[in-house]
């Protein structure tokens, strides 16, 4: 038997610069993970104390909260646990009572409050308020059992949030990136419905999604579609996905209109700013097709955006060079 020690990456400095660093022992097919702390002003050094990990134990990440509070996420077999080390204390506390034996995967904490969310494998979202778990509502577009890999809070307190499911040959299946501010009573898409969204982290200028297709900005002041836990069928209109999408020089978007009213449609680029008007006018009840010419615009993600008397809905389209 022979014993290696991998630092697998997970490196963190809490409100306090203390350091944390994970690592993982393997020995033979079974591993076992570690945490190192090096407060300030001193060396190195394990800290196991009532930390309880088993071969095949895994921290999957490590995150703090505004209290300077330290957690590990660790994937048990085929359950897991949070793992708590509050503040100036030497020894770990188990977080998981109320997680149902989820797998955790990712934490996150909200820097305005003591809230603490959860993202599990097959059980979506929970959040922690007054010492109790609770699982909050996934977005409609999302359906039951689905898991969580990327968690983030911003300094609004806003939770972005990316959902995916498995194939029966348990490849990851993206269901999309969503933010909420009500802790998932509604839910706003990030237009990256089909984009794996491997890592999410908030700063102050803004929210970044890191994928399997790029480097994004989620800008949140872009109006988004609102999803709720509780459908909502719009009785007014109804906006459809532009065909063909991605395009390359032209493309159409179909709307269903039931009343008559003032329709807009907007064409936003991925900040947020608006390049073209495409309608602005009274419309009677009916389907339409507007065409639209990328003209000079430079490839990349689009939204297009239509307003009537009493409803908004909102779609993303691609624009590629051929």
Request: glycine share 8%; net charge negative; hydrophobic share 30%.
């Amino acid at each position: 038997m022979s014993n290696t020690t991998r630092y697998d990456g997970k490196y963190l400095v809490d409100n306090d610069g203390n350091q944390y660093l994970t690592s993982t022992i393997i020995l033979d097919t079974t591993q076992k993970g570690n945490i190192f702390i090096k407060k300030q002003g001193n060396s190195w050094q394990k800290n196991q104390s009532g930390l309880i990990l088993n071969y095949q134990d895994q921290i999957i990440s490590i995150g703090s909260d505004k209290f300077a509070n330290v957690y590990l996420a660790i994937q048990s077999g085929v359950n897991g646990k949070l793992m708590k080390l509050p503040f100036g204390e030497n020894t770990w506390t188990d977080e998981s009572n109320g997680l149902n034996n989820s797998q955790v995967y990712v934490y996150a904490g909200n820097p305005n409050n003591q809230k603490v969310y959860v993202g599990t494998y097959g059980s979506g979202i929970y959040v922690k308020i007054s010492d109790s778990w609770q699982q909050i509502p996934n977005p409609l577009q999302v359906q039951g059992g689905s898991s969580c890999f990327a968690l983030s809070v911003d300094p609004d307190g806003t939770l972005f949030a990316c959902f995916g499911t498995f194939d029966a040959s348990f490849n990851f299946v993206p269901t999309g990136t969503y933010f909420t501010n009500d802790d998932g009573k509604t839910w706003a898409s990030a237009d990256l419905d089909s984009i794996n969204t491997t890592y999410l982290a908030s700063y102050s200028d803004g929210t970044y999604a890191l994928t399997d297709n790029g480097f994004y900005t989620i800008n949140k002041n872009f109006i988004p579609t609102l999803v709720s836990e509780s459908p909502i069928y719009d009785t007014e209109l109804n906006l459809e996905q532009n065909f063909p999408n991605p395009f390359s020089e032209s493309t159409t978007i179909g709307v269903n209109l039931i009343n008559e009213s003032r329709v807009k449609l907007n064409i936003y680029n991925f900040l947020g700013e608006k390049v073209t008007v495409l309608v602005d006018e009274y419309l009677t009840p009916g389907s339409y097709n507007f065409a639209f010419n990328r003209g000079s615009l430079p490839e990349g993600v689009y939204f297009y955006q239509i307003i009537s008397d009493n409803s908004r809905q909102q779609k993303g389209m691609i624009i590629l060079n051929r």
